[in-house]
């Protein structure tokens, strides 16, 4: 079997005080799991995607059912378009920030990332759940599944916002799939590496 991808269309949602876009996709990567959290865990940074200029941890702890808890911060020179500063009366932004919570169970081999934006999050919120398991049947592949929601505040033309954070959000995870193989790849070689030289010794 090859990669394959899966994307479900995203809806709207019309609320008194706010409107909702759910964008999503599935991808499976063709190598195991182990090999991609690796990969997922050294994703930044990476040439696909040299917005992303910092990124701090702040917790990193093991909690008592063994799994690995971490929060992240994530900053990028991302900013809203031209259009959209004018708009929302903004002024240019250097750097927009992302928190992020993650959980790593090794004992059902998943990893799920949780994420929130910061910055604009007054007036648009983006919630995006990334998760990691392996393909059901197949050791050898791992699945990827990612969905945002896309949240709008009380604002007349929030479905061209939605509409640009959805395509910005698809942009981004189809960068994001081509940092993981590129890291995968970069591992592999690095563990051939390792195993050529113990050989040799």
């Known amino acids: 079997l090859h990669s394959s991808k899966k994307t479900y269309s995203s809806r709207l949602i019309h609320i008194p005080i706010e409107s909702m876009r759910i964008w999503g996709t599935e991808y499976a990567f ?10 997922a865990f050294r994703k930044y940074p990476n040439i696909f995607n040299p917005s992303v200029r910092a990124l701090d941890v702040l917790e990193r702890r093991v909690d008592e059912r063994g799994r690995l808890i971490s929060k992240r911060i994530i900053g990028t020179s991302w900013s809203p378009p031209s259009w959209a500063v004018k708009l929302l009366g903004l002024t240019k932004m250097p750097m927009t920030y992302v928190s992020e919570s993650s959980v790593l169970d090794l004992r059902d081999k998943t990893l799920t990332l949780k994420s929130t934006n ?7 919120r983006i919630d995006e759940t990334v998760k990691y398991s392996v393909v059901p049947g197949d050791n050898n592949r791992t699945l990827l599944e990612q969905e945002a929601r896309i949240t709008v505040f009380k604002l007349p033309f929030s479905g061209s916002l939605e509409t640009l954070m ?20 970069l591992i592999k070689r690095e563990l051939e590496s390792i195993a050529n ?5």
């Open 30 to 39: 063709n190598d195991r799991w182990e090999c991609i959290i690796l990969a």
């Open 118 to 124: 910061f910055t604009l999050s007054s007036i648009i």
């Open 166 to 185: 959805a395509d910005r959000v698809s942009s981004m995870a189809a960068m994001g799939r081509e940092a993981i193989e590129e890291k995968s790849e």
């Open 197 to 201: 030289h113990t050989d040799s010794h």
